[in-house]
């Protein structure tokens, strides 16, 4: 009867999309049970017996397996039916599978039944990460497990899904391995994990070290959740403005012929200089990373936040109430009177706007037809002051900063950052920063994307860094060097660093590039007070992880190397960033792990385990 009762509450879950549906679904598995109990009769036992018998012999089989069922000797209940007790300790190498293959290879609903099963996880996260829920669950208090899981399990959804939740309630992790080669299989990295439900005394065991503690990301330092938004990096990274209408641009390379050709972009500033105004050079993620100069190609009209027209007739502006002021701006239509510009002070602009842009948005737009879909204005703001400003790709493997002239629109595809100085260059384009980031963002299939608040807002800069000499200097040394060399060999950044990766590149200008970049890093280095890194850089291969998946028969293959630094450096960086970011959020350090008390004298003592020992418990 539990297992029939079992398997019909699942059978309901999966009976349905919505919530409703699968709740009626239950209400009448409820009633049918009900009925079997009270009456006695074979055929309501049947019926109810017969969803799981259904479950197990749909074309993507849902076979349950009732862990207090099967084992009633680990569990029992309390007085308020509540299941208490449960393994002394699990040992697994639990699947991995991500979400492509989840969805693909189970029933519908599964995703949503993981996700229901283990409050606050992500569709995202590894299969991985619901086994150590689900073992977390099953141990009773004090009780222990050591699993095998992707060597993701310390990152992203996989690691908030997973360890962070089992740390910020009642688990401890007491050793861990955080990269170890799989048998036979050289190209696959696994990570070992060991859980206790309860506190444990430390010290603990980290890839060998002894620690004081192991956070969810698998690092001795930083705490278990994701790094905070900090104070002192608001309002400095945007987004470029997002268009979201080719009829703005004037461009001689669209083939599809929305675009102006830039001709008549000459002959409109020509007939009326005052066109220029409203014309600006147009720059993207492309250009930044494939031009030796960053050169644009394209220029766009933009009106930025302005109205579209004054009315012919009507109260002056002077006169109307601050909220009918707001409200003629919202419609775009003013007073006869407005003082300020509106679009159709450029009337040969706004007829191509109108005749190009107007009614060709899809119906997610928000924006009036006049203006891009984002603007940018508080870009504008931020940047006005500035010469030049910081810019990246906000798509692109190369992880380039360069310094560009104010007063370009840059489309969606880049980030743009209100600084021109060449300290915050030397910063962004250390590895300090590229680690962060390279941790903290996500991709577009192999491409890294740089996400502002992700990256940026949450970053640690050191104190001060602004006013060091030596950051100064580094930066500058590496920025002119770098943008002499591409335009010297007439490659972008995505070249120049394509071949500063490659392990077989000895071009003595690449040498140099490589030596300015590892000074850099040693002045941001010091910059942190960490003179006790001394790390040197090394190539490693880089893997491509389909959809972040591994499988037996789907696994990560060589794709091309990275010169960088060696992964016990990166860890201890981004264990000391976390830590940092934490600080300056004011985010109290959680305490060092309970010391074993320290046994007589008379006492014998066991003998140390070495920390390059592998044991499960």
Not at 163 to 187: D, F, H, Q, S
Not at 253 to 278: C, F, G, Q, W, Y
Not at 557 to 571: A, E, F, G, L, V
Request: net charge negative; charged share 30%; proline share 6%.
């Amino acid at each position: 009867v539990a297992r029939d009762v079992g398997d019909a509450v699942l059978a309901a879950f999966f009976s349905g999309e919505k919530k409703a549906a699968r709740e009626r679904m239950r209400e009448q598995y409820e009633a049918e049970l009900k009925q079997w109990l009270e009456s006695g009769k074979d055929e309501a036992g049947v019926r109810l017996g017969g969803a799981g018998q259904a479950l197990r012999k749909q074309e993507k089989p849902v076979v349950p397996f009732h862990w207090e069922v099967e084992f009633p000797e680990v569990f029992d209940l309390d007085e308020f039916l509540r299941v208490r007790g449960g393994f002394d300790a699990m040992v697994g190498n639990p699947p991995f599978a991500g979400k492509n293959t989840l969805i693909d290879g189970n029933a519908n609903g599964y995703m949503d039944w993981l996700k229901a099963e283990h409050a606050e996880s992500h569709g995202n996260a590894d299969l991985v990460a619901h086994f150590f829920r689900r073992a977390f669950t099953l141990l009773r208090k004090d009780g222990c497990f050591g699993l095998i899981a992707t060597n993701t399990i310390g990152q992203g959804d996989t690691r908030s899904t997973g360890l962070r939740w089992i740390c910020l309630n009642g688990g401890t992790i007491y050793r861990a391995v955080k990269r170890l080669k799989w048998p036979g299989e050289a190209a696959v990295i696994v990570s070992v994990v060991h859980v206790c439900k309860g506190d444990v005394a430390g010290p603990y065991w980290l890839s060998g070290r002894e620690v004081d503690r192991i956070t969810a990301f698998l690092f001795h330092a930083g705490g278990n959740e994701d790094p905070v938004k900090l104070a002192e990096n608001e309002g400095k990274s945007f987004q470029g403005s997002i268009v979201l209408g080719m009829g703005f641009t004037f461009d001689d390379t669209d083939k599809d012929r929305v675009a102006s050709p830039i001709a008549e972009m000459h002959r409109l500033i020509e007939k009326d200089p005052r066109n220029a105004e409203r014309i600006f050079p147009y720059l993207g993620g492309e250009e930044v990373n494939n031009s030796p100069t960053h050169a644009h190609y394209r220029f766009v009209i933009n009106f930025e936040d302005l109205p579209v027209r004054r009315k012919e007739e009507g109260h002056s502006w002077f006169q109307l109430a601050e909220d009918t002021q707001r409200e003629q701006l919202r419609d775009g239509i003013v007073a006869p009177d407005y003082p300020e510009p509106v679009a159709a002070d450029w009337p040969d602009l706004l007829q191509i706007v109108a005749e190009r842009v107007r009614g060709t948005r899809a119906s997610h737009s928000t924006a009036p037809w006049w203006q891009f879909e984002r603007p940018r204005i508080e870009l504008k703001a931020a940047t006005k002051a500035l010469p030049k400003v910081l810019a990246c790709s906000r798509i692109g493997n190369a992880f380039a900063f360069v310094l560009l002239p104010n007063g370009i629109v840059f489309n969606e595809k880049t980030v743009i950052f209100a600084s021109d100085s060449v300290s915050i260059f030397a910063m962004m384009q250390s590895r300090a920063h590229e680690t962060w980031v390279r941790f903290f963002s996500s991709t577009l299939k192999d491409d890294l994307q740089y996400t502002p608040s992700d990256c940026f807002e949450t970053f640690p800069f050191p104190a001060n860094y602004q006013t060091s000499p030596a950051l100064e200097a580094s930066g500058k040394a590496y920025y002119e060097f770098r943008a002499d060399l591409m335009v010297r060999n007439n490659e972008g950044l995505t070249k120049t660093y394509n071949r500063f990766h490659r392990p077989d590149e000895y071009s003595p200008d690449i040498l140099k590039l490589r030596e300015l970049h590892d000074a850099m890093d040693r002045a941001v280095l010091d910059a942190y007070g960490w003179r006790d890194l001394r790390p040197t850089c090394e190539f490693f291969p880089e893997f491509d992880d389909e959809d972040d998946e591994e499988s037996e028969s789907t696994r990560p293959r060589q794709k091309r190397y990275r010169y960088r630094w060696p992964d016990d450096i990166h860890d201890e960086v981004l264990a000391r960033l976390l830590a940092l970011n934490r600080e300056r959020a004011g985010i109290p350090a959680e305490p060092v792990a309970a010391q074993p008390r320290t046994p007589r004298k008379s006492a014998r003592q066991k003998k140390a385990v070495p920390p390059d020992q592998s044991k499960l418990f």
